[in-house]
């Protein structure tokens, strides 16, 4: 199980929603996808981080892209990343002169 503050890179609401969408339940999307109900529901509450095997095997049960229950960073973070790189990077090379 995932630990206290870890964060999740699965939206586990998208896929129950989608389930529901779709008119299935636990044990529907559990027998689509191949899977143990009772893991199905430990994914969507987030108490589980699938594997990606398995989260292809629900994708597929519920016509979704892989990535599209994936959590991306969003651009902001990224530029905030890219611009502490770069600050790394020019004190670096400001200590070596």
Request: hydrophobic share 30%; proline share 1%; glycine share 6%.
């Amino acid at each position: 199980m995932k630990g206290r503050g870890d964060k999740s890179c699965i939206n586990h609401n998208l896929i129950k929603d989608r389930r529901k969408a779709k008119n299935f339940t636990q044990y529907r999307l559990a027998e689509e996808a191949g899977l143990d109900h009772n893991h199905v529901g430990q994914i969507e509450r987030g108490q589980k981080e699938p594997k990606v095997r398995t989260l292809y095997k629900i994708c597929e049960a519920l016509d979704l892209e892989l990535d599209a229950v994936l959590i991306k960073e969003e651009k902001k973070e990224l530029e905030i990343k890219e611009c502490e790189r770069r600050s790394v990077l020019n004190e670096g090379r400001n200590h070596r002169k």
